[in-house]
């Protein structure tokens, strides 16, 4: 720790970083009103399955940019990577304006998923890299935080033409880029490369003019000397060792309980599923909603995560996004069971299972459902708030702090991979499933998963609030 360091310059840099997350958010809900708008204009037209791959494509561009960034890291660091995927991030945005096909929608969402997936894994590792033990449980919880404000950007502009929402899109990596060049490189990636001066500059830059820093400095080389006589973690060691095998597996649990949540589902299709539910509350007003209830709990979230540590709200958090699926659920089977309610493409009031309809085993009027109408906007606003304050950005916070850092490139990189893979998976083949099976049967295996998550949580989770990353490592032993 550095003697009378301050918050402000470590806050000015993890705000650059997290501007790249903010243009992740776009990403993740640019679907949602875009395809909503291309279905009732018959501009662009598009199946259900192609709904399903031009959203999910993002996800896909995702996965392979963790294997590019395992190799970027270590080699040009956190800053210079994500200043140079800002480049294809703007190509895919261009791509996008321009679409007047199917297969220009998957170029585009392919390129910005390329990018915004590094984003996600590069603002909180560059985050960790340059806060302080003390802030940066804190700090760390921005970059959801910003990904929440990117979302909210584009429910905001519901009603704008996606064309035009698309080409605001196309600012915020811009500002990134040129945020970034004027910020330090992380003085723990200085000092791997040998460069012990301009570590000493970046780490003054951080922690203020005034603060003594060469304590701090001290067990920083210490930690990167101890990783470099270790040397670089291979795939096998990774696996069989168990001071790498535990908190990967941990890592890995947590990014399946975060995408089996369906929350990337939730704000890909968000506008659609509101439309599906038949409620007299406007698609717009509802999405808005949805969007600033989680900036309020992303806020909260930062100011209380170093109060309560990481695991009570990891167990807070999945055990009320289980509760807020079941309610959805519920409605959502009642619905399909109300002759009278008039059909979508995301639900239907009987079965069909291999070509033959199974009529539903009771009859609700349509009165009851419009009486329950709210319960989507209400039950999806719950989900975000509990998702927001635990499973959102713990779940990323986690994958850089369990991981001792000769090994957090790969297995960092390797989990983002195995998140984003499971994103792409829901987002495809949800809709596809929602449609054979009814919705109400996806929202409570929803439900199930997060009642499971939650059990983990208790009996498995390590706390690591506070705490160094030397003593991560023995905790983890």
Not at 17 to 34: E, H, I, M, R
Request: aromatic residues 12%; neutral net charge; contains cysteine.
């Amino acid at each position: 720790m550095s003697e009378g360091s301050s918050i402000l310059p470590q806050l000015i840099a993890t705000f650059g970083a997290t501007l790249g997350a903010f243009a992740l958010g776009t990403v993740v809900s640019w679907p949602s009103s875009a395809l909503l708008q291309m279905r009732s204009e018959g501009e662009i037209v598009l199946s259900t399955e192609q709904e399903g791959l031009v959203s999910a494509m993002a996800m896909l561009g995702a996965v392979f940019v963790q294997i590019v960034a395992a190799f970027a890291f270590p080699i040009i660091g956190k800053k210079w990577s994500l200043i140079g995927l800002v480049f294809p991030f703007i190509g895919g945005w261009v791509v996008l304006l321009l679409a007047s096909n199917y297969a220009m929608l998957l170029v585009g969402r392919f390129l910005t998923g390329f990018s915004g997936g590094a984003f996600v894994l590069a603002a909180p590792a560059y985050t960790a890299d340059i806060a302080e033990p003390k802030y940066r449980g804190a700090l760390g919880s921005t970059m959801q935080l910003m990904v929440n404000f990117g979302i909210l950007f584009n429910n905001v502009n519901c009603n704008t033409n996606w064309r035009v929402s698309t080409g605001l899109c196309i600012i915020f990596p811009a500002l990134m880029a040129v945020w970034m060049f004027f910020m330090p490189r992380s003085p723990i990636f200085l000092i791997s490369k040998g460069k012990t001066d301009e570590a000493r500059k970046s780490l003054q830059f951080l922690r203020g003019k005034n603060a003594n820093i060469e304590r701090e400095l001290e067990q920083i080389q210490e930690d990167v000397n101890q990783s470099q006589n270790i040397g670089n973690i291979g795939p096998m060691k990774l696996f069989t060792t168990k001071e790498y095998a535990k908190p990967i597996v941990i890592s890995m649990v947590l990014m399946f309980l975060q995408q089996l949540s369906g929350v990337l589902f939730i704000y890909s299709y968000l506008a659609l599923i509101f439309e599906s539910s038949g409620s007299s509350i406007d698609i717009c007003v509802s999405t808005i909603l949805v969007g600033a209830v989680q900036i309020v709990a992303s806020i909260i979230q930062t100011l209380i995560v170093e109060k309560f540590g990481r695991k009570p709200l990891l167990i807070i958090s999945d055990f009320f996004v289980c509760l807020s699926m079941v309610a959805v659920g519920i409605f959502f089977k009642m619905y399909e069971n109300c002759p009278d309610c008039q059909p979508t493409r995301l639900a239907s009031s009987t079965t069909s299972l291999n070509g033959t309809l199974i009529e539903a085993p009771f009859n609700v009027s349509e009165q009851t459902v419009s009486d329950i109408g709210w319960v989507p906007l209400v039950g999806l606003m719950v989900f975000v708030f509990f998702f927001m304050i635990g499973l959102g950005p713990l779940a990323w916070l986690l994958n850089v702090e369990l991981m001792p850092m000769e090994a957090r490139a790969f297995a960092s990189s390797f989990c983002a991979c195995f998140n984003w893979s499971l994103s792409f998976l829901v987002v495809l083949f949800i809709p596809s499933i929602g449609e054979a099976l009814n919705p109400s049967t996806v929202y409570f295996v929803f439900g199930a998963i997060a009642a499971a998550g939650t059990v983990f949580c208790i009996f498995m989770l390590p706390e690591t609030k506070g705490k160094t990353e030397e003593e991560i490592r023995k905790m983890l032993k």
